[in-house]
């Protein structure tokens, strides 16, 4: 019987060359990895790092967070509705797929964190945009206040989201030149944001509020 050498033995049965280069492979596929993560989100490796521990927290042993994941842990860091949850979550998750990977939950974190002002207002349009169609509707956009307006529930309340949507549509739809139609694009909104400082403040009155602090949903 053919003796086995200690290399292939010690390796499983792979010569410990092919183990060695299997291992530099590994090495070099991890730290473009990382340097992707690095460019695509503007953190340093610490700070990734740091991230995706909390991001495995939430996901637990599964290496992506569902919508259930989400929700639990988002509501009770921020203290806000689960709708509110779900809407951030459909904005962050980007393939449509039901989960949020590490690279969308970065994207996530960097954009609230570090994102320009029109950055982070998309965040707000894809998460109260339900149907995905681009457009928020006047419907979706009073969804929206009802759930993040800090007023009691009952008439004024109303009174309140219905004089601010309607204020917001007189003032966005049709703001990049295109005809009114009822419905605000993101490009209505960047047109009508970046057209004077009123309407800066209007969309951060409008908008800003909902935009989440991105410490305190990933925590120490």
Same mark, same amino acid.
């Given at each position: 019987? &053919?003796?086995?050498?200690? @290399?292939? &033995?010690?390796?499983?049965? $792979?010569?410990?060359?092919? %183990?060695?280069?299997?291992?530099?492979?590994?090495?070099?596929? /991890?730290? %473009?990895? $990382?340097?992707? *993560?690095?460019?695509?989100?503007?953190?340093?490796?610490?700070?990734?790092?740091?991230?995706?521990?909390?991001?495995?927290?939430?996901?637990?042993? /599964?290496?992506?967070?569902?919508?259930?994941?989400?929700?639990?842990?988002?509501?009770?860091?921020? $203290?806000?509705?689960?709708?509110?949850?779900? !809407?951030?979550?459909?904005?962050?998750?980007?393939?449509?797929?039901?989960?949020? /990977?590490?690279? /969308?939950? *970065?994207?996530?974190?960097?954009?609230?964190?570090? !994102?320009?002002? *029109?950055?982070?207002?998309?965040?707000?349009?894809?998460?109260?945009?339900?149907?995905?169609? !681009?457009?928020?509707?006047?419907?979706?956009?009073?969804? $929206?206040?009802?759930?993040?307006?800090?007023?009691?529930?009952? @008439? @004024?309340?109303?009174?309140?989201?219905?004089?601010?949507?309607?204020?917001?549509?007189? &003032?966005?739809?049709?703001?990049?030149?295109?005809?009114?139609? !009822?419905?605000?694009?993101?490009?209505?909104?960047?047109?009508?944001?970046?057209?004077?400082?009123?309407?800066?403040?209007?969309?951060?009155?409008?908008?800003?509020?909902?935009?989440?602090?991105?410490?305190?949903?990933?925590?120490?």
């Amino acid at each position: 019987e &053919r003796a086995v050498p200690p @290399a292939v &033995r010690a390796t499983g049965g $792979m010569p410990a060359q092919e %183990e060695k280069k299997k291992g530099a492979k590994k090495a070099v596929q /991890e730290t %473009e990895g $990382m340097l992707f *993560l690095m460019d695509r989100t503007g953190y340093t490796k610490a700070e990734i790092i740091s991230l995706t521990t909390a991001f495995k927290r939430i996901a637990g042993e /599964e290496d992506k967070i569902d919508l259930q994941g989400f929700r639990s842990f988002y509501c009770s860091v921020m $203290m806000c509705s689960a709708q509110v949850a779900d !809407g951030v979550f459909r904005a962050a998750d980007h393939t449509c797929d039901g989960f949020l /990977e590490l690279r /969308e939950f *970065l994207s996530l974190c960097s954009v609230l964190q570090r !994102g320009s002002a *029109l950055d982070k207002l998309k965040v707000v349009f894809d998460a109260w945009d339900a149907d995905r169609s !681009g457009h928020l509707s006047a419907d979706e956009v009073e969804t $929206m206040l009802r759930a993040t307006i800090t007023l009691e529930e009952g @008439a @004024a309340k109303e009174v309140a989201v219905h004089s601010m949507t309607q204020r917001a549509f007189r &003032r966005i739809d049709g703001a990049d030149g295109t005809k009114k139609d !009822g419905q605000l694009s993101f490009g209505e909104i960047k047109a009508c944001y970046e057209s004077d400082q009123d309407s800066r403040k209007l969309l951060h009155s409008f908008l800003g509020t909902r935009i989440p602090n991105v410490d305190a949903l990933i925590g120490p």
